[in-house]
């Protein structure tokens, strides 16, 4: 990689305790990439946590797989690391999982294919990833699946001798029943048992429980094989079995990934499920335009940098159909100030997230009726620039919830309102976001809306 000096840090993409990932264009090549930016200033153990994330990611570069995000470099300054990655311009996986619904089966099958094939990679090299979830997979352009975020992995083989984890570390609902026992537990199942709820989240949409220990009942009802309640009334029958073989409390019953791969559900073809009006659609009768296709031509994806409006922009995706096309919003790129203009052209470029919408108001009017509606629902907000938002409120679990919001102006008047996770659950995330994007509908630009 080039020097960081020669990289502009476009947009931010996502943030964590430590730093940011954000979008950044190569000034000599404009190469798009993403650059996780890291304050080693924050303590001690954070610049261990860099340095072996980064080893992590060296050994994956030296046996890359299609469905793991590659390495591209390591830079440092004094106080602050920039780890160089592959762009995943598709975005996070949770975006595509509708709340309380999920997907369609036949992309939560080819995701959870994917996500197997890559940490099963992972496990041949001796790495565990130890934090999976929807938010630490993201899309391609081609729409696969990438892991990403080696910050909690570690090596537990070498030269073929495998040593127990000791650590607990994970996100509570997806993290496996021995992981949380405090008592040493062995990798490979660890992460098996991550995957699996994974695709819990990706048939349903939603979490089966807080975390897999005897203080949740749902937990404990799943232990004691009652599945008469949500998610697995959700679910087929063969998803359910299936999932049974994968969500056991013993790890050493827990199917492995090659056994995996020989299952039913996971090999079978399953089939496009007949197109139903909207208001009538279930889950296992959704179509695949009702989700946020790829964008298979590599046509339209390389013409995307020419489009230059609103209507150009529902245009472009009015192709797939999907069942809330406003969700599919693909907007220009908020540039900062100072970018090159020799990089103006890569700006162009547009990306996917469906937690933000374009709205009809002048910039003062959405400013005041986002305060207001942030002021109902008792979520805390702060300005720290005039467009852009901090808000704060806590989930179901009552953890803390945290996420921007930028409002961007576009061409023909109109403004985008961005919506970014900081911290916390991906789905809990969508729900506040839905709440707050109701509050809009008076406002909202639809596709076939002119001005």
Not at 416 to 421: A, E, G, Q, T, Y
Request: a positive charge; glycine letters at 4%.
């Amino acid at each position: 990689m080039d020097g960081y000096e020669d990289w502009q840090f476009v947009q931010t993409l996502g943030e964590g305790a430590y730093g940011e990932v954000k979008l950044a264009v190569s000034t000599v090549t404009k190469e798009e990439v993403a650059v996780k930016i890291v304050d080693i200033s924050k303590g001690a153990a954070v610049a261990t946590n860099t340095k072996k994330e980064c080893v992590i990611l060296n050994i994956i570069k030296g046996k890359p797989h299609q469905n793991i995000i590659n390495f591209l470099g390591y830079k440092k300054s004094t106080k602050i690391h920039y780890i160089f990655l592959e762009l995943a311009p598709g975005g996070e996986l949770f975006d595509r999982i509708i709340p309380d619904e999920g997907m369609a089966p036949i992309l939560s099958q080819r995701y959870f294919q994917q996500l197997c094939s890559g940490v099963a990679h992972l496990h041949k090299l001796g790495i565990t990833h130890r934090d999976i979830k929807p938010e630490n997979l993201l899309l391609d352009a081609q729409d696969n699946l990438k892991i990403t975020d080696f910050g909690l992995s570690t090596c537990y083989r070498l030269n073929n001798k495998e040593r127990l984890m000791e650590r607990r570390c994970g996100t509570p609902p997806y993290t496996a029943p021995e992981v949380l026992a405090g008592k040493e537990y062995r990798a490979c199942p660890a992460d098996v048992w991550s995957c699996g709820i994974v695709l819990v989240t990706m048939l349903a949409g939603e979490l089966p429980w807080d975390e897999p220990s005897d203080k949740f009942k749902e937990y404990v009802a799943w232990t004691k094989k009652r599945y008469l309640y949500s998610p697995w009334t959700k679910l087929q029958s063969l998803e359910l079995e299936f999932l049974k073989k994968i969500l056991i409390e013993e790890p050493t019953k827990r199917l492995t990934f090659e056994q995996i791969t020989n299952e039913k559900w996971f090999c079978s073809e399953i089939e496009m499920p007949e197109i139903v009006p909207q208001h009538s659609a279930k889950r296992l009768k959704r179509t695949l335009s009702d989700e946020c296709l790829p964008m298979s031509q590599p046509e339209l994806l390389r013409n995307l940098s020419e489009i230059s409006s609103t209507k150009m922009i529902f245009d472009t995706i009015s192709f797939s159909q999907p069942l809330h096309p406003e969700y599919m919003i693909m907007s220009q790129l908020d540039c900062t100030q100072g970018v090159s203009q020799a990089t103006q052209g890569v700006l162009q470029r547009l990306v996917r997230r469906m937690t933000r919408f374009i709205i009809s108001l002048k910039i003062t009017p959405a400013k005041d009726k986002l305060t207001n509606v942030v002021d109902k629902l008792k979520i805390t907000c702060r300005q720290p620039t005039p467009n852009n938002f901090t808000l704060q409120t806590v989930d179901r679990r009552n953890t803390i919830l945290s996420f921007k919001v930028q409002l961007i102006e576009m061409m023909e008047g109109n403004l985008l309102v961005d919506f970014r996770l900081s911290k916390g659950d991906g789905l809990e995330f969508k729900k506040v976001f839905q709440r707050i994007r109701k509050q809009f509908d008076d406002c909202i630009v639809k596709p076939d809306s002119k001005k």
